[in-house]
């Protein structure tokens, strides 16, 4: 899925009318750019270029979408200062922490947070992670907190890590790709997005019938839109929080919203990540 | 060897109709089937070609890379990807031969060992020859030269193979019906053509135990047909035999009846020759009955008629039969002859000239012959000659045969009545039958007969002497 072109498209089409109201003089202002990864659902066209328009006419000023298959090549423009703001996940914003700061956190059931699933297939007649010892585990991505840092945790605490415990792991780069691998029989088990899972049994129910919940997380901070601690542009982040903040006030806002089924975006405060924080210190203490 | 049952035509073109239509029709089955088979290939090969193109492409990187995932995810893709290809199995394989992902992971779970079945075959038979409707296609992926993986796929060819077999069976039945078709017409053609032969054939079997029967007109083919023409020919032949039979026994008959009629007016006439001279001789004893001399000359005359009457009557009583008259030629014989004609040629005012040169007193030849011949000679001779006229008889024994020759002076003897004399042709009219038992008499006693046309005719008989042997008087009949 390639959606820049259009994206460009779009942007010269808002660059033009801009120009054409402004003075000729006055340079096209700089769009506003936000990265993208498979965090939530797999990308939708129709939604990215809601959400663009969104902010779009929020800001005042483009904005341009930026996807990228991994968390780590987002996480990576984002601290290069390459993009303005970045929908990640927590795991990164937590490596991160001193490099990053929270733009806001989406609101889903009434909080901030979620949880990480571990699934197998539904006729797996596994009760506890232990019976999945040897046999194939799907990942989501590496600077994933639910589609990889939960499980390998859960597993250092038994002094074990996912290439000792499991015959093979691989990483999907992507929440809908494990529910793939593990319904299609390539993964026994898979570690994926608690949230993700819920909404796919919701909308594509046919994906997730196949699996089944073996274990939930405790609620652990939802993936933030975070921004560099030293943004280019102030103004645009600030801006952008903005808009996040007020969208279930919008009735275009609400829209995605309920396309995301996400309550909201509220404010949080990094500590809303000592959880995965926790996570990590268990994880990286078995290499 | 013989055959038991001689199989006929009729069944024997349909039989060998049949064969050569089988042995066509299994021929050009073989060549269509070769063909749909090459087809098919080629499609298969086309297809699955660019299928196998297409996922090695996909398929590269991860196998570089031994990213389950994504090699199952091009898979995945792949099947809706590629529907034209019925892919049951699809395993992207590690060299070391495990599965590194597989369309159906549960069947060929991640670096399991890919099944035998899925190694690339030694021997590279095409994919439609697998008897399960299933055939593994396979592709070698390699990066720069080295092997970095490969692809097997297991492919449903069962459309293919029922497609085949479907036209195998059109084939098949239409073959089938072709043959019977053919033969039947064959068997129907050759049945009409071969009717005539059969009809032909019957009667020439009919012909073999009784007579040749003309064939029924309602049983002729049409006559511009070669079996038209052959069956005409046949009662045309048929026609010209019966034809010929009736003629020949209408012949049989008439030349029954000839030879009885002749028969009996050479029985009369030998009757009648000696009654003038035995009249005569009666006249004689009336006249001169006191003259002792000539009242026995003439009583011994009348003796020797009644004894030729009775030879003759006796001759027809047991119809000449050998021996009874084998009496050798004696000089008195020919006297008697001399008698009867010296009478005949009174009562014609002819002059008899007779001579005649014997040594010895018996010669060997019937008399029972000589006289008639002489006789028969003799009476013509004096009937042609005219009053005044002269009838000279000559005869004499010599080297081995009897020679006679008798004279007249008459108008020459007529063409039919020399035929008669020498050839011994039959007379149509049945009359001169004297002539004709001469000609007989001098055949069978093995003689010749020469007629001389000059100043009257002259008539020269040689009879050869019998050495012992008996001349039979019935043949001549």
């Known amino acids: 899925m390639r959606p820049h072109a259009e994206l460009r498209t779009r942007r010269a089409v808002l660059i033009s009318a801009a120009a054409a109201i402004a003075a000729p003089a006055i340079a096209a202002p700089t769009p506003v750019t936000m990265g993208l990864t498979p965090v939530f659902l797999d990308s939708d066209i129709q939604l990215l270029a809601q959400i663009e328009s969104y902010l779009a006419r929020h800001l005042k000023r483009p904005v341009q979408l930026v996807q990228r298959r991994t968390y780590q090549e987002i996480t990576a423009l984002l601290i290069a200062g390459a993009i303005d703001t970045a929908w990640i996940c927590g795991l990164p914003f937590v490596r991160n922490r001193h490099r990053l700061q929270l733009v806001a956190v989406p609101a889903y059931r009434g909080e901030p947070t979620y949880k990480a699933y571990l699934i197998v297939r539904k006729d797996d007649p596994s009760t506890e992670l232990a019976r999945l010892s040897g046999q194939v585990h799907a990942f989501s991505d590496p600077d994933s907190n639910s589609g990889y840092l939960v499980t390998r945790a859960l597993l250092a605490l038994e002094g074990r890590t996912p290439e000792s415990f499991f015959s093979k792991t691989f990483f999907t780069y992507g929440h809908r790709n494990v529910i793939r691998a593990v319904s299609s029989g390539l993964a026994q088990s898979g570690s994926v997005d608690g949230y993700v899972w819920d909404v796919l049994s919701e909308i594509q129910p046919g994906l997730t019938a196949a699996t089944r919940i073996l274990r939930m997380s405790e609620p652990l901070g939802f993936p933030p839109i975070a921004a560099p601690s030293q943004p280019r542009d102030r103004g645009a982040v600030a801006e952008v929080r903005s808009a996040l903040l007020r969208m279930s006030d919008d009735p275009r806002g609400r829209e995605i919203l309920a396309s995301l089924r996400l309550d909201g975006f509220v404010a949080a405060r990094p500590a809303l990540f000592d959880g995965i924080a926790g996570l990590l210190q268990v994880a990286e203490r078995v290499e | ?477």
């Not at chain 2, 009667?203 to 002729?220: C, K, N, S, T, Y």
């Not at chain 2, 006249?287 to 030729?308: F, K």
């Not at chain 2, 042709?425 to 020469?450: D, K, N």
Request: aromatic letters at 6%.
């Open chain 2, 1 to 477: 060897m013989k055959r038991l049952y001689p199989i006929p035509f009729a069944f024997k073109v349909p039989i060998v109709v049949a064969l050569l239509m089988i042995v066509v029709a299994a021929g050009i089955s073989k060549i269509v089937l070769q063909k749909i088979g090459e087809t098919q290939t080629r499609h298969i090969e086309q297809l699955t070609g660019a299928y196998l193109d297409g996922l090695s492409t996909a398929l590269l990187p991860p196998l570089m890379r031994r990213d389950a995932w994504e090699a199952f995810d091009a898979l995945d893709r792949a099947r809706q990807l590629y529907s034209g290809v019925h892919a049951l199995d699809v395993l992207a394989i590690l060299p070391d031969g495990k599965v590194l992902a597989a369309a159906d992971p549960i069947a060929h779970p991640v670096l399991s060992l890919a099944p035998p079945t899925a190694r690339p075959p030694v021997s590279s038979a095409g994919p439609l020859e697998a008897d399960a409707g299933q055939a593994w296609i396979h592709r070698e992926i390699k990066s720069e030269g080295i092997a970095i993986g490969r692809i097997a796929a297991l492919i449903d060819v069962s459309a293919y193979i029922a497609e085949r077999h479907e036209a195998e069976l059109a084939l098949l039945v239409v073959n089938a019906a072709l043959t019977l078709v053919l033969a039947g017409l064959g068997y129907f053609f050759v049945r009409r053509m071969l009717a005539p032969m059969n009809v032909l054939s019957s009667a020439f079997a009919d012909a073999q135990v009784g007579r040749p029967e003309i064939i029924a007109e309602d049983r002729l083919p049409p006559p511009d047909t070669e079996g038209g023409r052959l069956l005409r020919g046949y009662n045309r032949m048929v026609a010209a035999i019966e034809e010929r039979e009736t003629l020949r026994r209408r012949l049989g008959e008439e030349e029954r009846i000839a030879v009885l009629g002749k028969l009996a007016s050479s029985m009369a006439h030998e009757v009648n020759n000696p009654l003038g001279g035995m009249f005569n001789a009666l006249a004689m004893i009336r006249r001169y009955g006191d003259d002792a001399a000539r009242r026995e000359g003439a009583a011994n005359l009348i003796e020797r008629g009644l004894a030729s009457i009775r030879n003759i009557v006796r001759a027809a009583l047991v119809q000449w039969r050998a021996g009874d008259s084998g009496a050798p030629l004696t000089r008195s014989d020919i006297d008697d002859l001399r008698y009867i004609a010296q009478a005949e040629a009174d009562l014609r005012r002819v002059r008899l000239d007779w001579s005649v040169a014997l040594d010895s007193p018996e010669i060997p030849i019937p008399a029972q012959y000589v006289r008639q011949v002489v006789l028969n000679l003799l009476l013509n001779a004096l009937a042609a000659t005219p009053e005044s006229g002269t009838v000279s008889f000559f005869c004499e024994a010599g080297d081995g045969a009897f020679v006679l020759e008798v004279r007249d002076e008459g108008p020459g003897m007529p063409q039919d009545a020399r035929a008669r004399l020498v050839e011994g042709s039959a007379s149509p009219s049945g009359s001169g039958l004297g002539l004709w038992t001469v000609s007989r008499i001098v055949a069978m006693a093995g003689g010749g007969i020469e007629v001389e046309n000059s100043r009257g005719t002259a008539v020269y008989v040689r009879l050869p002497f019998a050495a012992g042997e008996v001349i039979d008087a019935k043949s001549a009949a």
